[in-house]
């Protein structure tokens, strides 16, 4: 197990760089390859050594090699974050393939999904389509028999958020309802306390800043969830079957 929390790491620097682009880019429709990364402030080119994960970074103190523009400290984190959810992946499901597998898939959608909820208010079909495809393909390759259970969970996951957003269309978006389901396919029954931790995380926070603003303007900020289903997912997908079996146990 040991031995592969190194290449692990090393592999969510790689894609959390990328995934850096993925939030930049995808929502503004540009090319995910080209042109390659660039100063924000001068518009240079990164040089390769420069563009090494966490450490240029820390190296160029959070600024750029020519301008010295400030560059955002969200790089290095984005990076950290997935290197570090995939290390965890590896760490507490390395003996079952699947899981390991849907694991890393889900982090590296989930990483981006986050970033651009919290930036644009928005989860890009771009990102939830292919996920879903990749659940479902990846669970009839690798074990055919959680398969069921994988579009029962998925399709009551969104089902479980698509009924409140029709009945009130200024509450949960169409991209909540659709990263919903895609959970499902992820978490299987586990989707459960991964939604329930959601809604805890939004209500908490929206209490919060009513706290802050008052009632009124509290009620009309507008929280992204997607983060907190993000955050409920990992939750859910590290300890989420302890917590099912916990609860039939008990009830």
Request: aromatic residues 8%; charged residues 15%; hydrophobic residues 55%.
């Amino acid at each position: 197990m040991a031995p592969a929390l190194a290449p692990a790491a090393l592999l969510g620097l790689i894609i959390g760089s990328f995934l850096n682009v993925v939030s930049w880019r995808l929502p503004r429709r540009e090319s995910l390859v080209r042109p390659g990364s660039k100063c924000p402030g001068c518009d240079a080119p990164v040089r390769p050594y420069d563009n090494v994960p966490v450490v240029s970074w820390l190296l160029l103190r959070g600024r750029c090699r020519g301008c010295h523009e400030r560059i955002s400290v969200r790089y290095p984190l984005v990076e950290a974050l997935t290197a570090t959810l995939y290390v965890l992946v590896v760490a507490l499901k390395g003996d079952d393939v699947l899981q390991v597998v849907l694991g890393l898939v889900l982090v590296t959608f989930l990483v981006p999904i986050a970033v651009i909820d919290l930036d644009h208010k928005i989860i890009p079909n771009r990102l939830t389509a292919p996920a879903a495809v990749l659940a479902v393909a990846l669970g009839a390759v690798l074990e055919p028999s959680y398969l069921p259970e994988q579009l029962a969970a998925g399709a009551g996951a969104l089902l479980f958020f698509y009924l409140p957003a029709l009945i009130h269309n200024k509450g949960m978006g169409m991209g909540d309802v659709k990263l919903a389901g895609v959970l499902g396919l992820y978490l299987g029954r586990a989707v459960v306390p991964a939604l329930f931790i959601a809604l805890i995380l939004g209500v908490v926070v929206g209490a919060a800043i009513i706290a802050m603003k008052g009632v009124s303007e509290g009620r009309r900020a507008k929280v992204p969830f997607g983060p907190f289903m993000a955050a409920g997912a990992l939750v859910a997908f590290f300890a989420g079957d302890s917590l099912v079996s916990s609860y039939l146990d008990r009830f």
